[in-house]
């Protein structure tokens, strides 16, 4: 990494990219869980740019994402969302980013919602120097599905044991729960990615492109394989594939002070921005 390297800047219109692909493979996910339980409880209603979404009881995406940079939702459309979640019986967990309209915060303070956690998002220029460099005795490859269950059981296992560095995630999914969120986002075109450790699948992570932004989804590594390079075997090779796309920013999200974080930081990611995790309960 070049120590003379501009930092990437990141203004109001690049945060609302960022998050206007969010709120795409959010809409996709659900909309993939939706087809799984057919006449199940679900929802996706758009709210000033961003989307209110429930997938399944106790998804991930469940929560209101894309908020600060279509206008102050009103009234009228809290109220329809915050009644659509506690039909639910699920609460409402509002992800802003703090660049976002001030206005909106508050708002949502007056309406109850409180303060539980925090998420960075990070990012890099791609440029064309996004070499695939792996070390030794690590292979990365895209995984297909013929292997797509091994992928998912060493997602699983390295969500279920989670890097005690940083911040811990505010949320705890069950493993089935995980499971099912992480098919969801394959139907929604996020492509996977294998590491394997001499010949043997250690790790994984995820990649999704929309409208030049490179969103890096779901890498983790099995508690054995950890600290052997791993993480960022995987990002530089889906740095490398980002570059030969098109893309011109790639984009993680991870827990303030995290171990993902300082791999991601290794390797040119600079914090964009940080979401505030905002929740109301039904």
Not at 50 to 68: I, Q, R, W
Not at 105 to 129: H, P, T
Not at 144 to 151: L, M
Not at 206 to 219: I, K, N, S, W
Request: aromatic letters at 6%; a negative charge; hydrophobic letters at 45%.
């Amino acid at each position: 990494m070049n120590a003379d390297r501009t930092p990437l800047f990141c203004d109001a219109a690049l945060a609302e990219r960022i998050e206007r692909v969010d709120v795409q493979l959010v809409t996709k996910a659900s909309e993939a869980a939706h087809r799984r339980r057919p006449g199940g409880p679900g929802f996706l209603i758009p709210v000033a740019g961003g989307v209110a979404s429930f997938a399944e009881e106790g998804s991930p995406f469940n929560k209101v994402a894309g908020l600060g940079f279509g206008g102050v939702p009103d009234a009228a459309a809290l109220d329809e969302i915050e009644r659509a979640f506690a039909a639910c019986r699920a609460p409402v967990q509002v992800e802003l980013p703090h660049l976002a309209d001030p206005a909106i915060g508050a708002c949502l303070s007056e309406r109850g919602y409180r303060l539980e956690s925090f998420e960075n998002v990070l990012g890099r220029a791609i440029r064309d120097d996004s070499e695939r460099v792996t070390p030794p005795r690590i292979t990365v490859r895209p995984s297909g599905d013929d292997e797509f269950d091994a992928w998912l059981a060493v997602q699983a296992d390295a969500a279920a044991h989670p890097d005690t560095q940083g911040v811990p995630w505010h949320e705890d999914f069950p493993r089935e729960v995980y499971l099912r969120a992480e098919r969801d986002m394959a139907a929604a075109g996020v492509r996977r990615y294998a590491a394997l450790w001499d010949g043997v699948l250690a790790g994984g992570g995820g990649l999704r492109l929309a409208e030049g932004v490179a969103q890096f989804t779901g890498a983790g590594t099995a508690p054995a394989y950890r600290r052997r390079g791993v993480q960022a075997a995987l990002l530089a090779a889906r740095l490398a594939d980002a570059t030969a796309a098109g893309c011109d920013v790639a984009v993680i999200v991870t827990q303030p002070a995290s171990k993902s974080q300082q791999n991601a930081q290794r390797r040119g990611f600079d914090l964009l921005y940080t979401r505030a995790v905002l929740v109301r309960q039904p």
